[in-house]
């Protein structure tokens, strides 16, 4: 029997990245995924039929995580589809440099309404789904939050306040036998890094030789970390992060 069999998942932001890697990393261990996506339709579709290739289930579902109205209708579709939840993966944020000279209102709720509100207002829905028999909530934080990059003030605050979110909640919903649960990724390869060139030139090099590993991370490197925690194999942890570097400190 695969690890997470009869197990409902939702991935949100798994359109592209460590969502899309994380969804099909659960799909391929015997859960049904549900692959939220805010506007790429066409890369949330691709992931969904990139599961169905290997034989798992999957439905793409949009949803903008900040706006309450669409947190329902996303829960309300993954009901429709699949049932009870098990898992919830809050992958969904945003991110760009913004040095403190260009602070604006909009950046500030740009960055906490979809990486902070977002995760919130899903864990609050969440608990209308999750069954007696608990689950595993998967916040995705990063290894930013402990180690900030001059430039990128607004996401490290998200993802400190990820992390301490992360714990409070560990504590309040322990008695619901809900497990929460925090991945830190530090330097991975995706299309949004890839965008901004966030490893190209010398800065790519200067990462990979100061991560013992040898190499810039790749979804696949979070997703089986995330596979752990959402598998009864992680049942004894809850309020923990998991910093996945390659050992980058």
Same mark, same amino acid.
């Given at each position: 029997?695969? #690890?997470?069999?009869?197990?409902?998942?939702?991935?949100?932001?798994?359109?592209?990245?460590?969502?899309?890697?994380? *969804?099909?990393?659960?799909?391929? +261990?015997?859960?049904?995924?549900?692959?939220? !996506?805010?506007?790429?339709?066409?890369?949330?579709?691709?992931?969904?039929?990139?599961?169905?290739?290997?034989?798992?289930?999957?439905? *793409?579902? #949009?949803?903008?995580?900040?706006?309450?109205?669409?947190?329902?209708?996303?829960?309300?579709?993954?009901?429709?589809? &699949?049932?009870?939840?098990?898992?919830?993966?809050? =992958?969904?944020? @945003? &991110?760009?440099?913004?040095?403190?000279?260009?602070?604006?209102?909009?950046? &500030? !709720?740009? +960055?906490? =309404?979809? =990486?902070?509100?977002?995760?919130?207002?899903?864990? #609050?829905?969440?608990? =209308?789904?999750?069954?007696?028999? /608990? /689950?595993?909530?998967?916040?995705?934080?990063?290894?930013?939050?402990?180690?900030? @990059?001059?430039? !990128?003030?607004?996401?490290?605050?998200?993802?400190?306040?990820?992390?301490?979110?992360? @714990?409070?909640?560990?504590?309040?919903?322990?008695?619901?036998?809900?497990?929460?649960?925090?991945?830190?990724?530090?330097?991975?390869?995706?299309?949004?890094?890839?965008?901004?060139?966030?490893?190209?030139?010398?800065?790519?090099?200067?990462?990979?030789?100061?991560?013992?590993?040898? #190499?810039?991370?790749?979804?696949?490197?979070?997703?089986?970390?995330?596979? &752990?925690? *959402?598998?009864?194999?992680?049942?004894?942890?809850?309020?923990?992060?998991?910093?996945?570097?390659?050992?980058?400190?």
């Amino acid at each position: 029997m695969k #690890r997470l069999s009869g197990k409902i998942a939702i991935v949100t932001g798994a359109s592209k990245g460590i969502g899309a890697g994380v *969804a099909k990393e659960l799909a391929l +261990h015997g859960a049904s995924v549900v692959v939220n !996506y805010a506007s790429d339709k066409a890369g949330a579709d691709k992931v969904v039929q990139e599961i169905a290739a290997l034989g798992g289930k999957a439905a *793409a579902v #949009r949803a903008d995580v900040s706006k309450i109205e669409d947190v329902k209708i996303l829960f309300g579709e993954a009901a429709k589809a &699949f049932g009870k939840i098990d898992i919830l993966v809050n =992958n969904a944020g @945003v &991110f760009r440099p913004n040095p403190i000279e260009k602070i604006t209102e909009e950046e &500030f !709720y740009w +960055h906490f =309404n979809t =990486n902070v509100m977002g995760l919130l207002l899903m864990v #609050r829905e969440s608990l =209308n789904y999750f069954k007696a028999e /608990g /689950g595993s909530i998967i916040n995705m934080t990063s290894a930013i939050a402990d180690n900030p @990059v001059p430039g !990128y003030v607004l996401y490290s605050a998200t993802k400190g306040a990820v992390d301490t979110i992360t @714990v409070e909640l560990s504590l309040e919903l322990a008695a619901r036998k809900i497990r929460v649960n925090a991945i830190a990724p530090g330097a991975v390869e995706t299309e949004g890094t890839n965008a901004i060139q966030a490893f190209g030139g010398e800065f790519g090099k200067q990462i990979v030789a100061m991560t013992p590993l040898g #190499r810039i991370g790749q979804p696949r490197d979070i997703a089986k970390v995330a596979l &752990f925690l *959402a598998s009864e194999e992680s049942e004894w942890l809850t309020g923990e992060k998991i910093t996945a570097s390659g050992g980058r400190k």
